[in-house]
């Protein structure tokens, strides 16, 4: 059932049944925000006007309230900037001169909500409120998270679980029972030593957002704790991306079970993580079998998303369904993604003891290097090039620069003649601000063309073999 919310404070005045949010600027007319069915349209009165003397009034008033509400506190108290939680009322004040004028803003729950208003299906009901122990609930902006996580802790708290939040500011509307611990007033540290000595059955984290949150919250999970995290993201999948440069990649699993993806103040999409090790989608050869993150929709029934590392990249790779929902085969789909092949790049740069030229195909490299190199490269009876494709992950062809797949385009050379005097190779107007791999005798030389496809090559050396040697363009869609 919904519940209205009152506030009993003196912003109550301000604020009707469909009032989200209230917005106050000195000498300005009073803006509103009111709340449709899961939407929301700004109101403004021109003739209301919030005087400075009345804005002053009124936060004189609020902080009589913190000093006599035992639901009131000060949540940040900076010098030009100060958050108040006021019972319901979310307040931040802004005063000259962090802004142009005194401001106040205010936000309050419209509705309470349970989570039989979700109208969930039994099997999502029972996930959340039996199976899952680290639930992430991601949101676009506006999107209500904190409504759902309000009705997902009375879903708990009717379970007569021992639950404990971690909130900055404390907005969430809850029972007595339940207690609201905020960094205000404590350090990562602090809150975290509190939990892990009290131990409730579940913990809320509201908001996950750097370094230390992610550290926490993976800690007070890998203790059997449950836990709720509140996470921005404009996608499912990316609340987990946010994790995977905060911790381990072969512990996600054991810390995130289960993402709630919150729009338009309905669930849209529920992910679940599994650990397992596979050769991943797309892939062929059994030697590439590795730990992979297998990310499934529980809504649709099938994995959306395989995490593993590649090279030394971690990789979040969609996997790819023809339109029946059937897999597509390796050779209808490009397994490596433009970042993951940088990361092999540079990996093949610590490695090799020469220039190369790298062409990924699906889930295979043509690796292209100097006919000299070649015999070093592969290894008596292939055992270094084996060694090397253990250590990147994919099938490896080895190459010369003369089987390099080569563009036949007209250049104009200019320059280079006088000293100190660049050497400017023009190329057509479709090179314009791309890196272009120039082969010049039997090496390579990567030159970036400018917004006028000129490459402008300083060195006196680099110039001068150009002149004697000449070059051609390397082809890299090839």
Request: charge should be negative; hydrophobic fraction near 40%; include cysteine.
């Amino acid at each position: 059932m919904t519940e209205q919310i009152i506030g009993n404070s003196v912003l109550d005045k301000y604020f009707d049944e469909t009032t989200m949010s209230l917005h106050l600027k000195a000498n300005r007319p009073i803006l509103r925000k009111k709340w449709t069915p899961w939407n929301w349209n700004p109101v403004i009165d021109p003739n209301e006007i919030m005087t400075k003397e009345m804005l002053e009034n009124l936060i004189d008033q609020l902080f009589k309230e913190i000093e006599n509400r035992e639901d009131a506190y000060l949540e940040i108290n900076r010098e030009l900037s100060k958050v108040l939680q006021i019972g319901p009322y979310r307040i931040v004040i802004v005063y000259p001169a962090l802004s142009d004028g005194l401001e106040l803003t205010a936000v309050k729950p419209v509705k309470k909500m349970s989570i039989e208003d979700y109208n969930l299906d039994k099997d999502l009901f029972d996930l959340l409120r039996n199976k899952s122990k680290g639930i992430l609930v991601s949101w676009a902006p506006g999107s209500w998270k904190s409504t759902f996580t309000a009705a997902l802790i009375e879903l708990f708290h009717k379970d007569n679980h021992i639950i404990k939040t971690i909130e900055s500011p404390r907005d969430l509307m809850l029972d007595d029972d339940i207690v609201q611990y905020s960094f205000t007033y404590g350090s990562h540290d602090e809150v975290r030593d509190i939990l892990l000595l009290s131990r409730p059955d579940y913990t809320i984290y509201d908001e996950v957002r750097n370094k230390p949150d992610f550290e926490l919250y993976k800690d007070l999970r890998l203790t059997g704790i449950g836990l709720v995290g509140v996470i921005h993201a404009t996608k499912p999948v990316d609340s987990i991306q946010r994790f995977i440069w905060s911790i381990e990649m072969g512990i996600i699993p054991q810390v995130i079970d289960t993402v709630i993806f919150i729009e338009g103040g309905k669930i849209t999409e529920v992910l679940q993580l599994e650990l397992t090790a596979k050769v991943p989608d797309g892939m062929l050869s059994e030697e590439l079998a590795r730990p992979v993150i297998v990310v499934s929709s529980f809504i649709q029934k099938k994995p959306l998303y395989e995490i593993y590392t590649f090279g030394e990249q971690v990789v979040v790779m969609p996997i790819a369904y023809e339109a029946d929902w059937t897999p597509k085969t390796p050779a209808k789909q490009q397994i490596v993604s433009t970042y993951a092949k940088e990361g092999i790049q540079r990996k093949l740069q610590q490695l090799l003891p020469c220039d190369f030229h790298l062409s990924v195909k699906w889930n295979e490299i043509d690796l292209y290097i100097p006919e000299y190199y070649k015999g070093k490269i592969i290894g008596k009876w292939g055992s270094a090039i084996t060694n090397l494709e253990k250590e990147i992950g994919l099938g490896i062809h080895v190459r010369t620069f003369n089987e390099l797949p080569l563009l036949d385009v007209k250049v104009d050379i200019a320059g280079g003649e006088r000293k100190n005097e660049p050497l400017i190779i023009s190329l057509p107007e479709n090179f314009r601000n791309k890196t272009v791999p120039l082969l010049v005798d039997d090496g390579l030389i990567y030159a970036k063309a400018d917004n006028n496809a000129n490459i402008v090559i300083n060195s006196r050396q680099t110039s001068s073999l150009i002149k004697r040697k000449g070059f051609v363009v390397v082809n890299t869609e090839e």
